[in-house]
């Protein structure tokens, strides 16, 4: 029995904090105002953002509670410089999931920054992202179907048709657009670029509104959920459009739920703004002659969509 | 109906491009607040009646084709989302009616809606 557990327990506590953490950063420089961060976090919804310089390397940290003390003291609009924490502490990249543990109990703090050896930012880890890794590595990874799983197994998930199971040239594509914003605000600015540019490139008006119009819940999706940024790809051929819409966040756990006409998990700050409706993949099936949706908690989202050109009975 | 009558019975003021209300004309009009229902209900040849008054709805317009957008309850709008409409040459226009209000008295001038029950 303690033999198994032993065995147990070094396969938890031996992962790499490489592993555990979120890549993706949000860090402020240390001009930036007190208000400026308390914008961000709000909107990002976090509790705390590294300050970095110009080389990405440390130079300190700001949480809520400082952004608290700013407002109470009255110093809200004064630069991060003046009122971070400058001794952070962090964790180094080669650190095992034994040593974040440990630095969680040594220190009350909520996040720990990653950095590699000059100190450069890699990541960061909170509570909840500790978590997250743990019921990964316990394999309560949603599975919805075998060929999702042969898809994920593959080395090329991220280079490969869904639905043409071809490898892609993604530098072969027609229209790139990165989605590398996090402002719903902006949301649909790819899609309807690439409305324009297939008008451009002589596409039927029709056939440029089913694609800008899939896009635009596909892109939307990316930016109201993902936490992470993504890209769309557009391939013209002959006689069909081919859009990948692709992002690394923290993916979907139920992919069969999510699909459901009417399902949503948007935040009300979003709803406020008319998303949220539960309607993105309805809008995108209907508007597509063949969807796919491949996702795995904590590797993204790729969606594909094929709108052949000569569809009969469209709407 | 012309675009202009409509706009003069819903006391709407225009916001942005001006120039293309005459141009146009509209036998049909949707309502909605959720941009999700617009891609999904929406046709190009519709003016929208809305309460949003977020560039997302520019956008949505734009995405679907949409060239005309009331948004209702509102004297004013974000300058952002006006600038949006200028720049993607849809017509904004903006009223204190409440959307019910407004789509009453379109439907009664004989504007229809996108399928009738």
């Not at chain 1, 450069?120 to 509570?127: A, D, E, S, Y």
């Not at chain 1, 898809?151 to 490898?167: A, K, N, Q």
């Not at chain 1, 539960?278 to 795995?296: E, P």
């Not at chain 2, 209900?41 to 309460?51: C, E, N, R, S, Y």
Request: aromatic share 6%; hydrophobic share 40%.
């Amino acid at each position: 029995m303690e033999k198994v557990l032993d065995r147990v327990q070094s396969f938890f506590l031996d992962m790499s904090v490489l592993e555990v953490m979120n890549p993706n950063v949000i860090s402020v420089r240390p001009d930036r105002t007190l208000r400026q961060v308390k914008e961000i976090l709000r909107i990002k919804r976090i509790s705390g953002v590294p300050v970095v310089d110009s080389e990405r390397k440390i130079v300190g940290i700001v949480s809520i509670e400082d952004i608290i003390k700013a407002l109470e003291g009255g110093y809200i609009d004064e630069k991060v410089q003046n009122h971070m924490t400058k001794n952070v502490v962090c964790l180094k990249s080669s650190d095992t999931l034994k040593e974040v543990i440990e630095t969680f109990e040594k220190y009350s703090y909520g996040r720990f920054p990653v950095v590699d050896e000059n100190n450069r930012v890699l990541g960061i880890v909170t509570k909840n992202d500790v978590m997250m890794a743990l019921l990964a590595k316990l394999g309560l990874v949603y599975l919805h179907d075998e060929r999702r799983k042969e898809v994920l197994e593959s080395p090329d998930y991220f280079d490969r048709s869904l639905i043409t199971g071809e490898s892609l040239d993604k530098s072969g594509a027609d229209f790139y657009f990165p989605i590398d914003y996090y402002d719903i605000n902006l949301a649909g600015v790819g899609a309807s670029k690439l409305r324009q540019f297939l008008l451009s490139k002589g596409v039927d008006p029709e056939m440029a509104r089913r694609v800008a119009i899939a896009t635009y819940e596909a892109e939307t999706n990316v930016v109201i959920h993902s936490g992470s940024t993504g890209a769309i790809y557009c391939f013209i051929k002959p006689d069909s459009i081919f859009v990948r819409v692709e992002d690394t966040g923290k993916g979907i756990d139920n992919v069969e739920l999510a699909m459901k006409e009417g399902y949503s998990t948007a935040p009300d700050h979003v709803r406020e703004l008319g998303f949220g409706a539960g309607m993105g993949f309805t809008n995108m099936k209907r508007c597509s002659d063949n969807l796919m949706v491949v996702s795995k908690v904590g590797a993204g989202v790729v969606v594909e969509m094929e709108f052949r050109r000569n569809r009969e009975g469209s709407r | 109906m012309k675009l202009a009558e409509i706009l003069a019975e819903l006391k709407a003021k225009v916001l942005a491009n001006e120039h293309r209300v005459e141009q146009l004309q509209f036998e049909h009009a949707a309502a909605s607040d959720l941009m999700s229902e617009v891609l999904a209900i929406a046709k190009p040849d519709v003016v929208l009646i809305t309460g949003l008054c977020t560039p997302q709805v520019v956008r949505t317009a734009e995405v679907v084709g949409i060239p005309a957008v009331v948004v209702v309850r509102r004297e004013s709008l974000p300058s952002e989302t006006v600038e949006m409409a200028k720049a993607s040459g849809i017509v904004l226009a903006a009223t204190k009616m409440s959307m019910f209000e407004a789509c009453g008295r379109l439907y009664a001038r004989g504007i229809r809606p996108i399928w009738e029950v």
